[in-house]
Nanobody, 125 residues
Framework: QVQLVESGGGLVQTGGSLRLSCVVS????????LGWFRQAPGKEREFVAS????????YYADSVKGRFTISRDSAKSTVYLQMNSLKPEDTAVYYC??????????????????WGQGTHITVSS
C-alpha cells in the first residue's frame, strides 16, 4: 500500500521560510516521480514542483521558481519542499503526490496517482 505523509506546515510571516517533508512508503517500482501541489481556498489544485525520484532533475511552476526547492533523501524515503521568501499568495494546503514512470514534468494533478493528506501553510502579511 502506497502512503505519502506530509508534515512541516504552519504559520509564517511574509519573507519567511518553511520546509515541508513527505515520507514515502510502499512504492516498490524502479521509476517514479514525486510532486508538490497546493490548493488555496476556492481555487483549483495547482502544480508547484516535481522531480524524478532517481535523478536530480527538477521542475517548477513559474510562480515559485527561484524561491522553492524540491529535493529528496533516499535513505529516509523522504521528499522535501524548501520554501523561501514566502508570500501571502503562497497560503494553501500543500500536497505531496507520486506517479509511476520517469516522466516528471507533469502539471496536471490527474497525472499523479498517489496523494498525501495535505499540510496547511499560512503566510501572514
Amino acid at each position: 500500500q502506497v502512503q505519502l505523509v506530509e508534515s512541516g506546515g504552519g504559520l509564517v510571516q511574509t519573507g519567511g521560510s518553511l520546509r515541508l517533508s513527505c515520507v514515502v512508503s510502499g512504492l516498490s517500482f524502479s521509476s517514479y516521480a514525486l510532486g508538490w501541489f497546493r490548493q488555496a481556498p476556492g481555487k483549483e489544485r495547482e502544480f508547484v514542483a516535481s522531480k524524478r525520484w532517481s535523478s536530480v532533475s527538477t521542475y517548477y511552476a513559474d510562480s515559485v521558481k527561484g524561491r522553492f526547492t524540491i529535493s529528496r533523501d533516499s535513505a529516509k524515503s523522504t521528499v522535501y519542499l524548501q520554501m523561501n521568501s514566502l508570500k501571502p499568495e503562497d497560503t494553501a494546503v500543500y500536497y505531496c503526490a507520486a506517479r509511476l514512470g520517469d516522466s516528471y514534468r507533469r502539471q496536471d494533478p490527474s497525472d499523479f496517482r498517489y496523494w498525501g493528506q495535505g499540510t496547511h501553510i499560512t503566510v501572514s502579511s
